[in-house]
């Protein structure tokens, strides 16, 4: 893993806080992508991003293409879900870690010659580093079908930048905006930057809107998913997500496909056992507030929240604590993963515990803790992708990839 992070590693003082437009070039990673003739066959591709929802939606459109075509789908998603050789998988399969470290091992000749031409602070993305072992564990595999999962945005990022048949926007919220952002039109002009290279681009209403007013996809090549009806027990938000995969796999495959439950494809929300919910929410308009007030009027809940001082963390504790009248405690996660800093949370005293992560067992402890200090039956865990791993490792370890 130092291997994939290297680059970025070596210029990452001088890159934090810096706008994706000054340090992000996907030509990088998508030149070498090319030299190797690894980019896959536009018309067999579709690419998902979105501001919530897009790890989902991939997930549901890799599984319908599969059930429909009977054939091998490709499935790469950002960031893993437990172990890091889960982000690529054929047929919901991943490769193991021994096969994981010999695509890098293949790529690495490649990969060094690209750094030694790299200058200021040029550097070779550990994202793009992984969709270049996704899309040779691909090519080995002789996949039939292609599913990305795009980073944070789509106009600097590398997924962004590949052309598919088919492209998707799953959502457009004021997220990353010291990377995408200042404001919430930037990040919608750049998630809607996926569509520029597809002749299809999914997406719900409110992104359509989105892109009405900014004129980023010219309206002829817009397909408008309607909002689905609620389901019984499931976020709004992933029914409307399996309404998007469908679209979007119907798109993908030219033909109409029958509806399929793939909810449980989600690696956003879920139940980890009794007692025990998990979501992957980082900004309070993403909170699905009909759930969460139906399973709070059930049941006494104590939440758990991992929010970083980049994301929504007085909004999303504001909800619960204002609206939910719920308990809630926040954790602040150390080491040297990504950006994590909770500078404000801790300066204030908000911080109940400190936790390394990759400490599944003492996440185990506190939690523990929490949930009997006020007779709680259930555990709902609120964070990044990070904070997400950690609880899966927590309550859900046999999760694993080997």
């Keep these: 893993m130092d291997a994939i992070y290297a680059s970025f590693m070596r210029r990452k003082p001088r890159l934090e806080g810096r706008h994706d437009r000054e340090i992000r070039d996907p030509a990088l990673i998508l030149t070498i992508a090319a030299e190797l003739d690894l980019l896959p066959p536009p018309e067999r591709t579709v690419r998902i991003t979105g501001s919530k929802g897009k790890g989902t939606t991939s997930r549901m459109i890799a599984r319908l293409v599969e059930q429909a075509t009977g054939q091998r789908a490709g499935l790469m998603v950002s960031p893993e879900e437990i172990e890091h050789n889960d982000r690529m998988r054929v047929n919901g399969v991943a490769p193991t870690k021994a096969e994981f470290i010999a695509l890098f ?30 899309l040779l564990h691909f090519r080995d595999q002789q996949v039939d079908w292609v599913i990305l999962e795009g980073g944070r945005g789509a106009a600097y990022d590398e997924v962004g930048h590949i052309p598919s048949r088919v492209a998707v926007v799953t959502s457009i919220m004021l997220e990353h905006p010291a990377s995408l952002g200042p404001t919430v039109e930037d990040v919608a002009a750049n998630k809607l930057f996926a569509g520029a290279l597809s002749p299809r681009l999914v997406c719900p209403e409110d992104v359509s809107a989105w892109n009405d007013r900014l004129g980023v996809v010219p309206a002829d090549r817009v397909v408008v998913v309607t909002p689905a009806e609620s389901q019984p027990l499931l976020p709004d938000w992933i029914v409307q997500d399996q309404a998007l995969a469908h679209r979007a796999a119907c798109e993908l495959l030219g033909r109409e496909i029958a509806p399929t439950d793939v909810t449980g494809q989600s690696a956003a929300f879920g139940q980890l056992g009794q007692g025990v919910y998990f979501d992957a929410c980082i900004n309070a308009a993403s909170l699905d507030r009909g759930f969460l007030s139906q399973l709070t009027a059930s049941q006494q809940v104590v939440f758990v929240v991992s929010l970083p001082d980049d994301k929504d963390a007085s909004g999303i504790t504001g909800y619960i604590s204002h609206h939910l009248h719920a308990p809630f405690h926040e954790i602040a996660l150390t080491g040297t993963r990504g950006y994590l800093h909770y500078d404000r949370a801790l300066a204030e005293g908000r911080v109940a ?17 929490l949930k009997q200090r006020h007779a709680a039956q259930t555990l709902y865990f609120i964070g990044t992708q990070t904070f997400i791993r950690l609880v899966k490792h927590a309550y859900q370890p046999s999760a694993a990839v080997t």
Excluded: C, K, N
């Design 353 to 369: 515990a400190q936790i390394h992560y990759e400490d599944a067992a003492e996440l185990t402890r506190v939690a523990t803790a």
């Design 105 to 134: 091992d293949r790529l690495r000749p490649a990969l060094e010659r690209a750094e030694a031409r790299l200058a200021g602070d040029q550097y070779l993305s550990p994202f793009g580093v992984f969709l270049l072992m996704s």
